[in-house]
């Protein structure tokens, strides 16, 4: 399949359509809402002003409406991008914070521009299960604060929540079930008086717009050696995040959508995001599926006018949006973590019938992410995994058979497998040197020759045997394996 998205509802399509229109524009109405106590959360963990946090939601997500490549994906604040650049706002103040966020898109400008998009592709699927998983398990415990020291009301309001969501869509899906959760909690909030936390709690909202902010620091080697650094480790961490957001949400609705154009599309929103006076941010995979799977929006629109409602709830309507229980959105974000969860890679059935090197890379990617709260973590130790145990599987179907004595002074061997560093190492120790007669034959059309290691191992194989005064000689080789024996034979470490 091409790069395209052919089959993605677009713009055009949407507006044309009431139904579908209506169905974006209320699905992010219900982002906008979700979004709010996080960005605060998150500016919290950046140790930057609430509005630093907002504001960004809001310019990442229209921003991203338009250079984005996978339609209906949200993207606004988020925790992994706080956790990386908090220590540039606490040791060096909010200037170098944007400009380190500026920085970060520059460099998601550039490897978006280098194709590392493409590296996606090197992801096994189990990364993936465990890559959902483990999002799954950190939405979850992130409501842990809405939910723990708090009244008892809180309780009995999320139970409401959850069951609104769970029975609404049964009878009528006219309205998304999580905007009808939060209203019904919210007005119930308001008319019995409930005294609960609220989003007013989480901090001030912002009264203004944001405006155009020249950070000012020195532009100087000083200042980059400070920022080089956070601004990296933010565009992988942002990168990685997005890429697979934007995979999963093509799983979901089945679609293919433009990974190369999201990379730089991620880095241009968090330059104009920096320069808004805003924190920066990547693809939220819960805000995603709220809009994408349990709203249903499938279209730019919804991106960008989460990121309008945003605003306006925050600046215009503040006071409103102040009063929403907590309790209702962490209802709508455990209802996101059970829909997230890939419930049947966990069964006991598919665990029987899984290969264990599969639940073994699923298990070192939950863990890993979970305890870090660090997705880019989680997926690099699970990738590393899945190399591990592949080669060491590969490596094992290798096999040194003596095949034929076609004549007293000659033998031929057979090597049949993937020959590559895991599995050629011990090549050299599967042949009989001493007892072997003069002429030796290495049959290798059951075989492929993948590295310089290989072509070292089969150097060392044949001066081991001239060594004793014998002759060994490689046959079979297909042109791939040729062309790189050729190249290499006797330019490995002098042969030995």
């Known amino acids: 399949m091409s790069d395209s998205a052919e089959r993605i509802p677009t713009v055009m399509s949407a507006l044309r359509s009431p139904r579908m229109l209506k169905t974006e524009v209320l699905a992010s109405l219900v982002v906008a809402l979700a979004l709010i106590p996080?960005?605060?959360?998150?500016?919290?963990?950046?140790?930057?002003?609430?509005?630093v946090g907002l504001f960004a939601s809001f310019t990442m997500a229209v921003s991203i409406a338009f250079l984005g490549g996978r339609p209906a994906m949200i993207s606004a604040a988020t925790g992994a991008i706080a956790l990386v650049i908090a220590p540039v706002a606490k040791q060096y103040g909010l200037d170098y914070f944007i400009a380190t966020v500026i920085l970060a898109g520059v460099f998601q400008v550039i490897f978006g521009v280098l194709g590392v998009a493409k590296l996606m592709r090197f992801i096994p699927r189990s990364v993936m299960v465990g890559f959902v998983n483990a999002l799954a398990i950190l939405i979850f415990t992130s409501q842990f604060p809405a939910l723990i020291g708090v009244p008892w009301l809180v309780y009995p309001l999320v139970a409401v929540g959850l069951l609104i969501m769970f029975l609404l869509p049964r009878i009528t899906s006219v309205v998304p079930a999580p905007l009808v959760a939060i209203v019904l909690l919210t007005v119930a909030t308001v008319v019995f008086t409930l005294n609960v936390p609220d989003v007013g709690d989480e901090g001030e909202l912002p009264s203004s717009l944001p405006a155009l902010l020249i950070p000012d620091v020195p532009l100087n080697l000083e200042t980059l050696s400070i920022i080089a650094p956070y601004a990296l480790a933010m565009a992988i961490v942002g990168l990685?995040?997005?890429?697979?957001?934007?995979?999963?949400?093509?799983?979901?609705?089945?679609?293919?959508?433009?990974?190369?154009?999201?990379?730089?599309?991620?880095?241009?929103?968090?330059?104009?995001?920096?320069?808004?006076?805003?924190?920066?941010?990547?693809?939220?995979?819960?805000?995603?599926?709220?809009?994408?799977?349990?709203?249903?929006?499938?279209?730019?629109?919804?991106?960008?006018?989460?990121?309008?409602?945003?605003?306006?709830?925050?600046?215009?309507?503040?006071?409103?949006?102040?009063?929403?229980?907590?309790?209702?959105?962490?209802?709508?974000?455990?209802?996101v973590a059970i829909g997230t969860m890939d419930w049947h890679s966990i069964s006991p059935k598919t665990l029987r019938r899984m290969p264990k090197s599969e639940t073994a890379v699923m298990v070192a990617t939950v863990v890993v992410t979970v305890a870090t709260h660090n997705l880019a973590y989680g997926v690099v130790v699970g990738v590393v995994t899945a190399m591990?145990?592949?080669?060491?599987?590969?490596?094992?179907?290798?096999?040194?058979?003596?095949?034929a004595h076609p004549n007293e002074g000659t033998r031929i061997y057979a090597v049949k497998g993937e020959l590559f560093f895991a599995s050629s190492n011990d090549l050299v120790y599967r042949f009989d040197y001493a007892g072997d007669p003069k002429n030796i034959v290495i049959d290798l059309s059951g075989a492929h020759v993948w590295d310089a290691s290989t072509v070292a191992t089969l150097d060392a194989i044949t001066t081991k045997y001239e060594a004793k005064g014998k002759r060994a000689v490689i046959v079979g080789l297909d042109a791939a394996s040729a062309e790189r024996h050729v190249r290499l034979t006797g330019q490995l470490s002098g042969g030995h």
């Open 240 to 335: 990685l995040e997005s890429l697979l957001t934007a995979k999963l949400v093509d799983d979901v609705t089945d679609t293919h959508s433009n990974k190369t154009r999201e990379s730089w599309g991620q880095g241009a929103a968090n330059v104009i995001t920096g320069f808004f006076g805003g924190m920066g941010g990547c693809a939220m995979v819960g805000q995603t599926m709220i809009n994408v799977k349990a709203s249903g929006a499938r279209t730019r629109i919804s991106t960008f006018l989460a990121g309008v409602f945003l605003l306006i709830l925050v600046v215009g309507l503040g006071d409103v949006v102040a009063l929403i229980p907590m309790a209702a959105l962490a209802a709508v974000m455990i209802m």
């Open 388 to 403: 591990v145990l592949f080669a060491r599987r590969v490596a094992h179907l290798t096999e040194v058979i003596d095949v």
């Open 38 to 51: 996080e960005a605060i959360a998150f500016s919290i963990i950046a140790g930057v002003d609430p509005r």
